[in-house]
């Protein structure tokens, strides 16, 4: 029977792949405790926290060179941080978008025909 021979790139390499699925399984059994959806930023979330670590163990494999591995990670932070920024200007739409129905408004002038039906002619 062989011996199995520990070497620190295995070690981190195993340990890389353990932190990665028991985060991902804790994250979504955080989700499913507290009652909230699993949502697009989770999905998101999760697929990265798991190409991550993948393409980590690659290079240390020389699977990939190095070239290809600061692609690879340039692009996934790129894809990180433009979501980030789409996230604010859904937000920022949803705001404008979203209707007064039962707020009490702060300008005089919008409660000014509150209540008041105006007769207009309709073309």
Known sequence: MKSFDLQPQSIIEFT????????IILLFKNRSNSGKGISDRLIQFTCISL????IIILGMENILKGDTIATLLGGICGYVLSALSKGK???KDATKGKSNIGTASKSPDKNKNEGKIENTPTP
């Open 89 to 91: 200007n859904d937000d």
């Open 51 to 54: 190409v991550i670590p993948c």
């Open 16 to 23: 890389l792949v353990i932190l990665m699925f028991s985060f």
